[in-house]
């Protein structure tokens, strides 16, 4: 997909802005491992095991989470991970769940209160300190079904104190449950959007 002289634009994964170095691949071993030199020589440093990055591809600009296989004197050494997509899609589909009851659980924490879905992924309200870039397992909970798989931080929002905001991106399904979440979420987002409608009608 990717090929030695594309530049990319990789995610700061210590901010919670969308603050993006430019780099460079240099070279592609295998199809899968990136090296990719940045020009701020440099990531800072961080423990996070994956990294967005975003690229231009037929007039669109995309976003594509990676995985961190070597931090480099002059850069990092990446593979990716799923599929790419718009970097404006989801904010383009999302779909309010304020008033549908849908639960999750994220990295452990129960009770997260879900903002919004969309065929990729969802936004939860926490107090966490979770970074973009982090890949994280979940759950989620929807007129009586469960499933679990694993998402990505791509952004963090303060929206008050001890209230955090932050947009996941769903990358799969769990080996051990075999519940595919990503293949729900276009699922669980269309319901809601109908549940919305449903609603707006009755009150006509």
Request: glycine fraction near 10%; aromatic fraction near 6%.
């Amino acid at each position: 997909m990717f090929k030695a002289g594309e530049d990319l634009f990789v995610q700061d994964p210590s901010r919670e802005d969308r603050f993006l170095y430019r780099g460079q691949i240099t070279s592609v071993e295998d199809g899968e491992c990136h090296h990719v030199r940045l020009d701020c020589g440099h990531l800072p440093a961080h423990d996070q095991g994956a990294v967005l990055v975003y690229f231009h591809r037929d007039r669109d600009f995309l976003q594509q989470i990676m995985e961190i296989l070597a931090v480099e004197r002059d850069g990092l050494s990446l593979r990716p991970m799923g599929d790419p997509i718009s970097a404006n899609r989801r904010a383009q589909d999302r779909v309010s769940t304020l008033t549908a009851e849908i639960a999750a659980r994220v990295d452990g924490h129960d009770g997260c209160r879900v903002q919004d879905v969309s065929a990729t992924g969802f936004a939860v309200l926490a107090d966490a300190g979770w970074r973009p870039g982090q890949v994280l397992d979940v759950s989620l909970g929807f007129e009586g079904r469960t499933w679990q798989g694993r998402a990505c931080i791509q952004s963090v929002r303060e929206m008050g104190p001890g209230r955090l905001r932050f947009g996941l991106r769903v990358m799969g399904t769990d080996a051990a449950s075999g519940e595919d979440l990503l293949a729900a979420m276009p699922k669980i987002s269309l319901d809601v959007r109908r549940s919305l409608i449903d609603r707006r009608g009755q009150r006509r």
